[in-house]
């Protein structure tokens, strides 16, 4: 179903114009203002009834656009009416036989069109997020399952991602291990004994010296007695001889202790040093091994996060992977549209920053595999395509048996309608319009 004819009465800057398409690509050309884009509008709201500020051309009462599409023997003219200030916009549509359709006109209207196949800009207007959905539903590429599926893992990972670097930070930050602390722990009963046993030296040397200040203070006070009583010198020197044997025999002894006392009392200061040693030793193992604990738990915690944080990640892949396949077996409209990152690219630039040029070939070829019944495309700013790309699109049309309503400025071209003012210079048939009457209206 194509546009067979359109009149047009004082819509926007156009008083009456009527065009009857002469083939299937259609192109209307002129200056800025003179009447293209009216042509195109004019078609397009009486069509899909888009709302348009001031339709009514300034000065007259109303606006009347009549559209007649169709194909072969069947043929319905659309008729959409507004009065000054947009107080009434009216659409009436019937058939060969002048009957209107059952259940609303813009009803039946809606079954012939779709608002991006009649108009590719609708596409490139969107939002990002409402042209990759649609993208996705016109290829039939359901990616919400993996899309879900992606974030659920996306979610978990930056979770893993934080405990692992909280781990790492306390791993870098536990306090280290005291340096120089033996491995083995000191045998303190074996000290203590060694100090028993040189604590007994010693008790045995202090003996002797008490034992020979004890025969020394005897010896003395016998002296004393010698002096008093020589009566008893006799019996005092056996005495005395005896004692003096005492004596010899407890300085032996005290010679024979006094090296090992002095050695005794040297050991054991050492050994009480070595004693207050091997509770710092003790002291700093246990630290140790509690600061290994630490360690060795931060750095299992590092390895579980890490091994977590890797197979999340592969997951990712993998997803991406599935997703990256249906995406390439997608039945794209046209070669090099794609999705990446859940944005719409064409040959590996995003949409968004594509050339107004590259947008309206896309979205032209977007429009195509869309199907609708009315095969009319409208195609505005087409001075933006170059050759090929004006070429590629009615390439495209002619393949899916599209009518183009191609609207370009500058000058007269071949075959092209020429606007100028809001009238057809040349290029196509100019029918007068009859002047609306009450009942029409």
Known sequence: MNLLKIEITNFKNITEITVIPGGENVTFTG?????????????????????????????????????????????????????????????????AEGMSPVGGNQTFLNKFINLISFDPAEFTNMKDADRLLFLKSLSGLDTADVDAKYAAVYTERTSVNKELTTAKVRLKDAPQLIPDVPAETPDINAITDQIEKAEEV?????????????????????????????????????????????????????????????????????LKEQLTGVSEVLKNQATNEARSENIATYSDDVSVLESQSKKLTDQLKEIAAQKAKAIAEANMPIDGLTIEDQKVIYNGTMYSMLSAGEKLRVSCAMAMA??????????????????????????????????LLTEKVGGYEPESIHIVDGSIQTGAVSEPVDTPTDTQQ
């Open 370 to 403: 869309l199907n609708p019944e009315l095969k009319v495309i409208c195609v505005r700013d087409a001075s933006l395509l170059d050759e090929d790309g004006i070429a590629m699109i009615e390439s495209i049309a002619a393949e899916n048996k599209y009518q």
């Open 31 to 95: 200056k800025n203002g003179a009447g293209k884009s009216a042509i195109l509008d004019a078609f397009y709201t009486a069509v899909t009834g888009k709302k348009l500020d001031d339709p009514v051309k300034h000065g007259a009462e109303r606006a009347e656009v009549k559209a007649h599409i169709g194909e072969k023997m069947t043929e319905y003219v659309v008729k959409r009416i507004w009065t000054q200030g947009g107080k009434t916009d009216r659409v009436e549509v019937v058939n």
């Open 202 to 270: 010693a008790d045995e040397n202090l003996s002797c010296q008490k034992d020979v200040k004890v025969f020394n203070d005897v010896i003395d006070v016998q002296k004393e007695k010698i002096a008093q009583a020589e009566a008893e010198l006799e019996r005092m020197k056996v005495y005395l001889t005896d004692r003096y044997d005492d004596l010899i025999v407890a300085e032996l002894s005290v010679k024979n202790t006094d090296k090992a006392a002095i050695e005794s009392v040297d050991t054991i200061v050492k």
